[in-house]
């Protein structure tokens, strides 16, 4: 009886798992869709998470340096201070990035643009010092010409869609402020109450793991 009853439910099993790969397969227009909604939903807690590890790294060297005397008045107020400071650094090197770095790798990049004609004359004049036995390769490296004017024009062009492309992406990230501002919120918290929020991840972890997982789940743990 018990091995029918076994028999029963594998059989069930296996219809139930065919009948939703079935739906699954032909409808994975719903399932994108879907995913699309979850992951939409959970971004600015996964964005808030990513900002927490990131800042948590300076505010722990933070509050190791500035507050190793417990006795200290303002040390009670250590995890504020600690928090506000970390946020105005990683703040300043975004700006830094924004401001300085990219101006500068344009910057580079329009030289390039600007020296490599001459780069390019150089380099046939230089091959045909060595080509002079070799009246056909002489011929038809004389013969490469590049028209600048079209190159010139491809890149503007090029530019232009890159720059369409880019400031497509910039009206995504602006419309996705708000997931940012959730996320640095999010990170607030979590920081504000680790300690809190790392005894409760540990329980549930060693709750729902077996011991020797948990012990490697709580190695990432304790970097964070």
């Known amino acids: 009886m018990k091995e029918k009853k076994q028999a029963m439910k594998m059989v ?35 964005i808030g998470c ?18 190793k005397k417990k006795s200290g ?21 975004v700006g830094l990035v924004l401001f300085v770095v990219v101006p500068e790798v344009g910057d580079t990049i329009t030289k390039i643009k600007d020296k490599l004609p ?33 190159l010139g024009l491809f890149m503007k062009d090029g530019g232009s869609t890159i720059l369409s492309t880019t400031v497509n992406i910039f009206s995504s990230i602006v419309s996705a402020v708000v997931n940012i ?24 972890i060693y709750a729902m793991f077996k011991e020797n997982t948990a012990d490697e789940l709580m190695v990432f743990g304790k970097i964070a």
């Open 12 to 46: 069930l099993s296996v219809i139930t798992f065919t009948v939703v790969l079935i739906y699954l397969v032909n409808h994975t227009s719903v399932i994108a869709y879907l995913l699309g909604r979850l992951i939409a939903l959970i971004l600015p807690f996964l």
């Open 50 to 67: 990513g900002i927490a590890f990131v800042i948590n790294i300076i505010m722990k060297s933070i509050e190791d340096g500035l507050f």
């Open 73 to 93: 008045k303002l040390y009670k107020y250590k995890r504020p201070i600690s928090m506000i400071i970390s946020y105005v650094l990683a703040l300043l090197v």
């Open 118 to 150: 001459g780069f390019v004359d150089r380099t046939k004049a230089w091959i045909l010092q060595y080509t002079t036995k070799f009246p056909e390769i002489t011929e038809a490296i004389n013969n490469i010409e590049i028209n600048w004017e079209e």
């Open 181 to 204: 501002f959730i996320g640095i919120v999010f990170s607030m918290y979590i920081l504000a109450q680790k300690e809190m929020l790392g005894r409760q991840t540990k329980m549930l």
